[in-house]
């Protein structure tokens, strides 16, 4: 708790363009939540270099990720919007959990090895212990609720093995954080092989929508969209594409799948198709106008940048200092 304040905390990935996906099964949700928790939400950029990155592209997808943030409607006087790698108690606290991790904890992580799969020339010991800074991410600001989308339950499963083996050896030192996995939207599929989760590393760029693509190439991504020929719109299992169409017509509305299914009786898939794409543009394009907007106020952004990294450095050295004394490092000689 911070104050009568359960803590929220999540992060994502400056790598690659953001998807829908991303949006839908995480960013939107972490707005929702904003007013009712504490919130701590980080640029992870050092998760980003598990995999190799171009120097300047990496700090400029950083930046525009963190102003997608604001752009959203996280409020950074009220919310804490920051750079990972601005604040050295993750990395701090990550080698200390990493002592208390098991190999073989790590080596069932299914993104470790669908990564270490796409990226066989440089399986590199980070992305290994990539839950691990995740864990220190969470633990570190004593968060009780992490939204995230389903593919990151995992991660979030080891979290809590962790807190729980290092709170049963030295007392309650780290609260058990929970998973928010939202109702619609938890895992949007690609649109050109709806088995496969829509991901911003795709190589297909027909098979994701980009959150800063314009309005007419997205309604011609929702147009190409992979379906069926069972020739009716219903809401199941045997029509993964049709599904995943729905899923995002109503993550966008606010319908539900009920409401979508009823409202296209009848219908063909174009017009389906179209009316995907019209929802979708009609969420993104006030988005990205916000997103222009923030990116001239370079001021703004670099106070936003500044104030709450020093926020975030301040709750999470509480919680590094008192792990610290408690695996029995040398107290710290007082300034
Ligand atoms: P990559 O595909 O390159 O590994 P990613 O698209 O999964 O990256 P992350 O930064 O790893 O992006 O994820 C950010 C957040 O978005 C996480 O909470 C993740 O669960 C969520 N997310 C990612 N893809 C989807 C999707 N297709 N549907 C719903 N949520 C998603
Ligand atoms: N692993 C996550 C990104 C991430 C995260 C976190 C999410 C890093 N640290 C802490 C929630 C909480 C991903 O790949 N999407």
Known sequence: ?????????????????????????????????????????????????????????????????????????????????????????????????????YMGELNRMTQFKDKSAKHADNINAGLFTYPVLMAADI?????????????????????RDIAQRFNAIYGDVFTIPEA???????????LQDPSKKMSKSDENPNAS?????????????????????EGVILYREEQPGIRNLLDIYCACSGKTSEEAVKEFDGCGYGQLKEAVGEA??????????RVKELEKDKAYIDSVIKNNAEKAQYVSTKTLRKVQKKIGFPERPRQ
Not at 180 to 190: E, P, T
Not at 280 to 289: D, E, I, K, R, T
Request: hydrophobic share 40%.
């Open 280 to 289: 979708v543009v009609g969420v993104l394009a006030p988005l990205q106008n």
């Open 139 to 159: 633990l570190l600001y004593q968060a009780d609720v992490v939204p995230v989308g389903i593919d990151q339950m995992q991660h979030l499963e080891l979290t």
């Open 180 to 190: 928010y996995i939202g109702k619609v939207g938890a895992k949007i599929m690609s």
């Open 209 to 229: 929508i980009y959150l800063m693509d314009d309005a007419d190439t997205i309604r011609r991504k929702c147009k190409r969209a992979v379906t069926d020929s």
């Open 1 to 101: 708790m911070i104050g009568d304040k359960k803590v929220l905390f999540s992060g994502m990935q400056a790598t690659g363009n953001l998807t829908l996906g991303n949006y839908l099964g995480a960013l939107k949700n972490w707005v929702s939540l904003s007013d009712e928790y504490e919130c701590f939400y980080s640029v992870v950029d050092m998760h980003s270099i598990t995999v190799r990155q171009d120097p300047a592209e990496l700090r400029r997808r950083a930046r525009s990720l963190l102003t997608l943030y604001i752009a959203a409607g996280l409020d950074p006087e009220k919310n804490c919007i920051y750079y990972q790698s601005h604040v050295s108690s993750h990395a701090e606290l990550a080698w200390i959990l990493n002592c208390f991790t």
